[in-house]
């Protein structure tokens, strides 16, 4: 392998999804449209045009993002935001590092370039939802390029394989949103768990009140458990633009990022 390939946030069978659904819907449309009559002519006809608008809106708004967070693409967002939340991980010389739901391994990448004298270990559950990415692809990623001084390893952000105070320092990228039905403050407290007292910790997702509930008391809370610093930090017009996060469902990208 060459050169690296941390593949796409759109996943591809969402843009052939969306094409299929466009393409059947449209399909059922014209054949409603010439087989049948009456009133159930009329329902089936507005329910296959629905259908066929939805899915070309959601198809269209796909590919957008998907060029938007390409890496191969112009803008290359997916990398501006990585590289952004990398600068926010601090990790001293021979200590250790986790990165928390790695994918296809970018992250990890960034910090271990920044961080050549540290250990720095991804883990992900690699689901099927995201097929894409997976450990080998993430080995191959350090490999081509050159990175020695980066491990990967399965793990699930809900119960970490790690004792408490293991590293020096933990972070993630959008990733605890994707976790449903979990409570994400309870998600934040075990990625903690695991950092040394006076690790760092940078934190990037879609931290609104509807996914996270009061960020502010939860900061408070840890200030009061000892923590020296936590900081919150909009990123919505930091890692991009204001009109980017809108278009592409960023809106909630937030920074938790500290010090035990």
Same mark, same amino acid.
């Given at each position: 392998?060459?050169?690296?390939?941390?593949? +796409?946030?759109?996943? %591809?069978?969402?843009?052939? @999804?969306?094409c /299929?659904?466009a393409?059947?819907?449209?399909?059922l449309?014209? *054949?409603?449209?010439l087989?049948?009559?009456?009133? @159930?002519?009329?329902i089936? *006809?507005?329910?296959a045009?629905?259908?066929?608008?939805?899915c070309?809106?959601?198809?269209?708004w796909s590919m #957008? /993002?998907? +060029?938007?967070f390409?890496?191969n693409?112009k803008r290359?967002l997916?990398k501006?935001?990585?590289?952004?939340?990398? =600068?926010?991980?601090?990790?001293?010389?021979g200590g250790?590092?986790?990165?928390i739901?790695c994918?296809?391994?970018?992250l990890?990448v /960034?910090?271990?370039?920044?961080?050549p +004298?540290a250990?720095?270990?991804?883990c992900?559950?690699?689901t099927?939802?995201y097929s894409?990415?997976?450990?080998l692809?993430?080995?191959e990623?350090?490999?081509? =390029?050159?990175?020695?001084?980066?491990?990967?390893?399965k793990?699930?952000?809900?119960?970490?394989?790690?004792?408490?105070?293991?590293?020096?320092a *933990? #972070?993630?990228?959008?990733?605890?949103h +994707?976790?449903a039905?979990?409570d994400k403050?309870?998600?934040?407290?075990?990625?903690?768990?695991?950092?040394?007292?006076?690790?760092?910790?940078?934190i990037?997702? &879609?931290?609104? %009140? %509807?996914r996270y509930? $009061?960020?502010?008391?939860?900061?408070?809370?840890l200030r009061d458990m000892?923590?020296?610093?936590? =900081?919150?930090? $909009?990123?919505?017009?930091?890692?991009?633009t204001?009109?980017? /996060?809108?278009?592409? &469902?960023?809106?909630?990208?937030t920074?938790?990022?500290?010090?035990k």
């Open positions: 392998m060459n050169k690296p390939d941390y593949k +796409n946030w759109i996943p %591809k069978w969402m843009l052939y @999804a969306y /299929a659904g393409l059947l819907s449209l399909v449309l014209i *054949v409603f449209a087989a049948l009559h009456g009133i @159930a002519k009329i089936l *006809v507005i329910v045009l629905l259908a066929f608008l939805a070309a809106v959601a198809g269209g #957008f /993002a998907y +060029n938007r390409s890496y693409g290359q997916s501006s935001i990585i590289e952004g939340t990398a =600068e926010y991980v601090s990790i001293p010389d250790k590092a986790l990165d739901g994918g296809s391994g970018a990890t /960034a910090v271990a370039k920044r961080n +004298n250990e720095i270990i991804g992900d559950r690699w099927k939802e894409d990415f997976s450990k692809l993430c080995k990623n350090a490999r081509a =390029e050159g990175l020695e001084n980066v491990k990967f390893q793990g699930d952000a809900t119960t970490l394989p790690f004792e408490d105070e293991t590293f020096d *933990v #972070f993630s990228n959008y990733v605890y +994707n976790v039905g979990a403050q309870a998600l934040l407290l075990e990625t903690l768990r695991t950092l040394k007292k006076g690790g760092t910790f940078a990037h997702d &879609l931290m609104g %009140k %509807k509930g $009061d960020m502010e008391a939860f900061c408070q809370k000892g923590y020296e610093k936590v =900081e919150m930090l $909009d990123t919505t017009d930091k890692f991009m204001k009109g980017e /996060a809108k278009l592409m &469902l960023l809106a909630d990208s920074l938790l990022y500290g010090r």
